[in-house]
């Protein structure tokens, strides 16, 4: 059986974060952890360190920015520390709308950081703001030596083919293929760009906050999706993700 993939999970937001870091390395899940604020970093940097299987991201999320713009210098100082950087973005939803001026000035820092140094990996949230995180990546010259996940992506077809064509991946997780835009968007995806997430504790199962490496249903749903059989799609997503774990 081949390893599951959960390649955006909020670890530190469960209340048994470190034990789920253990658990999580010993079932040999491959895990991303991301953070929300730099303050967050240490912490999730220390409880993964050595890890194969379960590894930490440096973020500073979008909806965030608003509260936490000064921590970017402290982002700054920290990102020679990791290969993973995440969560960072864009959200234009209502709720954030007021703070893109704010988020565009952070992410462009950030992205701009991340070309410098090259040899990263970014999940980036892009809410209502497909064409601006991409034009930032683009701009600044990140997909030249980064590599870029696509977390959540609810952008448009034509915002969908653009990522491809600059070589991004998508994590998927299981809310998203509850509609026919999610299916769509999936037969768009290269095999070998495919990567699969929980968001937890963002997303339900039921009724609890699905848990890290719940990511069975979804391999399920896009099986069914492109007609390949659910054990093909997890030997796919486990080696993709590999290869973006192999040179951390």
């Known amino acids: 059986m081949h390893a599951l993939v959960d390649f955006h999970c909020h670890l530190d937001l469960y209340p048994d974060f470190e034990n789920l870091v253990s658990q999580k390395e010993q079932a040999q899940v491959y895990t991303l952890a991301v953070t929300t604020t730099p303050r967050a970093w240490e912490r999730n940097r220390d409880l993964t360190s050595g890890n194969e299987y379960v590894k930490a ?7 965030l920015v608003g509260q936490f713009e000064h921590e970017l210098a402290l982002w700054k100082r920290y990102l020679s520390e990791t290969r993973f950087v995440g969560e960072v973005g864009l959200d234009a939803g209502p709720g954030y709308f007021k703070t893109l001026p704010a988020q565009i000035r952070v992410f462009k820092q950030m992205a701009a950081a991340c070309a410098e140094a090259g040899g990263k990996v970014l999940t ?3 809410v209502r703001a497909a064409k601006e995180v991409l034009d930032v990546l683009s701009d600044t010259g990140v997909f030249e030596r980064n590599q870029v996940v696509l977390h959540w992506f609810t952008g448009s077809l034509a915002e969908a083919r653009r990522a491809v064509s600059l ?12 509609n026919d835009r999610g299916h769509t968007l999936l037969g768009l995806i290269p095999r070998s760009k495919l990567l699969t997430e929980t968001d937890g504790p963002f997303t339900r199962a039921g009724n609890v906050p699905r848990q890290p490496g719940d990511v069975q249903s979804c391999l399920r749903r896009i099986g069914d999706s492109v007609r390949k059989p659910v054990e093909m799609i997890q030997e796919q997503v486990a080696k993709n993700a590999s290869l973006l774990f192999a040179e951390s």
Request: charged share 5%; glycine share 10%.
């Open 167 to 178: 070589g991004c991946y998508f994590s998927i997780n299981e809310q998203m293929l509850l």
């Open 57 to 63: 991201a440096l973020g500073l999320h979008p909806q």
């Open 124 to 126: 980036v949230h892009s």
